[in-house]
């Protein structure tokens, strides 16, 4: 499985800053978007700050994402950075895995733009 069949997305904020991270669908589920922020954002900027909570795509407002990690036991995650290589999602590496696993979602690696480890749902529907 890809990166880009799990319908990824650029995180934002309200200063045009895109890149800051990514939200993609859990490939464990397809019911949770998991979000990852980069300790180096695609856009050469510093790196987001918790207390900067920047929009999230697809229109959810900052307050339903927070609701959203913390009914989903994500907060962890959202502590975290991960180095991003690559400057797409078809070529993206992150280091270190992406654990989601304390909240039930998938646990593994984005190597290459390829979901790597960890129980993956196959998609059988398009996203």
Not at 96 to 124: L, M, Q, R, Y
């Amino acid at each position: 499985m890809r990166l880009t069949d799990l319908r990824p997305r650029w995180i934002t904020d309200s200063s045009n800053r895109s890149g800051m991270g990514m939200g993609f669908q859990c490939p464990h589920c397809h019911n949770v978007r998991l979000v990852v922020w980069f300790s180096n954002p695609v856009d050469g900027g510093p790196m987001y700050r918790l207390e900067q909570m920047p929009q999230i795509p697809h229109g959810a407002s900052p307050e339903v994402v927070q609701q959203i990690v913390r009914k989903q036991k994500l907060t962890k995650m959202a502590n975290c950075r991960w180095f991003r290589t690559g400057e797409n999602y078809a070529s993206m590496t992150l280091s270190p895995s992406i654990d989601a696993s304390e909240a039930g979602h998938w646990h593994g690696f984005i190597s290459n733009g390829e979901i790597v480890g960890g129980e993956i749902k196959p998609i059988t529907k398009p996203l």
